[in-house]
């Protein structure tokens, strides 16, 4: 007879099932536990038809204390939580571990919205009590994603994944958020998968269509160059702003293959235009974490023909902060090359100074959130000025955004702004639409214009 044959003993039977079904650090169930005990909740409520909800813990900013202090010290939180939750879940619910800092509960006892949210505050507030480390004091937040069955899953499954979902939704609306699934959500989910699938088609046949905005001297009006913005109109779904296309093109991972297309289209339309003109083209805060970025960059530019020296990036705070090694590097390679990187979107983000001395931009432009106040509020006026005097030393050129009437050019000249862009000097056109703008207010357009070339 094999070892393997041998009749197992009874004791390490149930010792080895109930191994299976113990997450070893915290001594909770794990995730097959909480699976079982949905599959039970789920058999025993098909003939009473009683809703029963699961919800997701996930400790916020939790890798930054295992990075900081180890991961022993890591491992004592986890263990701490797991005692205050396994102490405080209601008679009849389940608590398990899955992974990392993530916990999970069964309440059978919790049938519809206002109920999750109740918990879910019971379990934040238990959970935002300090933590013991010997020496010194922890404290941590949770997020929090519900389903409640059936609505949101038939089965274990599905019931996950929408609290997963849910959970994503708190997490993107800061720490220590609550979010039970609804049908609103499950609506989104869908109309986001939807617009996926046609942009993906519109990719394909490329159909996206760039605009150009025009950037101007404040001084003396001048055309300086042109901004591109992508446009998307679509024959079912209709006008697409690229604020909700271009993060769902990062969301779901195709980034990359849209502003390719992008730029490439961008370029050549630039290529028409007098050769003193620069073409300035939004970078997403994904690419500045793929190092394949600037050769990918550079590459289009001399497929088209079109001068890096003519090209300028503009980037934003979040997308430099989120994996700062890589758009070093990224910014790095594509200024060696000639491109020229501005700073989008200045005094909404983190905005940090140290950041402008750190990485090397030549531009920053200001938000027009500062900029549509500047006349009716004294705070933005200041901003304003600040940022002025203080890229003047730093030797950044600046351009103001969304510049909509006389006044307000006015008083950004008055304040030494040297660049301007705006509905006041032109709302984004396209390409053809550009060369007649450029006919019109481009002084020697057609005498030395490439345009005639
Ligand atoms: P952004 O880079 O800050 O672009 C400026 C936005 O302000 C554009 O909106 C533009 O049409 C609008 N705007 C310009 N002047 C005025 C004005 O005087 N008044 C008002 N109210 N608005 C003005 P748009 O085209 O809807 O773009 C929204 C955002 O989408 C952009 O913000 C940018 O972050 C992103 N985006 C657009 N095109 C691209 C692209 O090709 N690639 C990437 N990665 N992002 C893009
Ligand atoms: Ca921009
Ligand atoms: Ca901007």
Redesign the pocket.
């Known amino acids: 007879m094999k070892l393997t044959e041998l009749p197992p003993l009874p004791e390490s039977q149930t010792a080895l099932q109930a191994m299976a079904y113990t997450d070893p650090l915290t001594g909770l169930g794990n995730r097959y536990r909480m699976r079982d005990r949905v599959r039970l909740l789920v058999a025993e409520r098909a003939s009473d038809p009683a809703p029963f909800t699961i919800a997701i813990a996930n400790l916020d900013a939790f890798k930054p204390i295992n990075d900081l202090f180890g991961t022993e010290a890591g491992d004592e939180i986890l263990c701490q939580v797991a005692h205050r939750l396994k102490a405080c879940v209601p008679d009849g619910a389940t608590v398990t571990r899955h992974a990392g800092d993530e916990f999970a509960f069964v309440l059978p006892l919790v049938f519809e919205r206002v109920g999750g949210e109740k918990f879910g505050q019971m379990i934040r507030e238990v959970l935002s009590a300090p933590y013991d480390l010997g020496d010194r004091n922890v404290r941590l937040s949770a997020s929090f994603g519900l389903a409640i069955h059936p609505f949101a899953g038939e089965d274990f499954d599905s019931l996950l994944k929408s609290a997963e979902t849910a959970l994503y939704r708190s997490k993107r609306r800061g720490r220590g958020q609550i979010t039970v699934y609804s049908d609103d959500i499950a609506r989104e989910m869908k109309r986001a998968t939807q617009l996926e699938q046609a942009l993906r088609n519109a990719i394909i046949s490329d159909s996206i269509d760039?605009h150009f905005?025009p950037i101007v001297s404040l001084g003396n009006n001048a055309i300086l160059g042109f901004?591109?913005?992508?446009r998307w109109n679509d024959p079912d779904l209709g006008f697409i702003?690229?604020?909700v296309f271009?993060p769902l093109a990062e969301e779901r991972g195709f980034i990359d293959a849209l502003?390719e297309a992008?730029l490439r289209k961008a370029a050549e339309a630039a290529l028409a235009w007098p050769r003193e003109l620069f073409l300035s083209?939004?970078?997403?805060s994904a690419q500045l974490m793929d190092p394949n970025t600037s050769s990918s960059v550079l590459a289009i530019l001399a497929r088209v023909g079109f001068d890096p020296h003519r090209l300028e990036l503009?980037i934003t705070e979040t997308a430099v902060m989120s994996s700062t090694e890589t758009a070093h590097q990224i910014i790095g390679d594509l200024r060696v090359a000639g491109v020229r990187i501005s700073l989008?979107?200045f005094g909404t983000g983190q905005s940090s100074l140290g950041r402008l001395r750190d990485f090397a931009f030549d531009k920053v432009k200001i938000d027009?959130a500062f900029v549509s106040r500047i006349n009716t509020d004294r705070a933005s006026e200041h901003i304003i000025k600040a940022i002025l005097s203080m890229c003047e030393g730093l030797d950044l050129k600046v351009v103001a955004?969304?510049?909509?009437n006389r006044e307000e050019a006015e008083k950004l000249r008055t304040l030494g702004c040297g660049m301007g862009?705006?509905?006041?000097y032109g709302k984004?056109v396209d390409g053809v639409a550009t060369l007649r703008y450029l006919q019109e207010h481009y002084y020697d357009f057609g005498e030395r214009g490439s345009a005639r070339d």
């Open positions: 760039v905005q901004e591109a913005l992508a702003s690229p604020a271009v502003s992008l083209f939004n970078l997403s503009e989008d979107d027009r955004e969304g510049i909509e862009q705006g509905y006041y984004p």
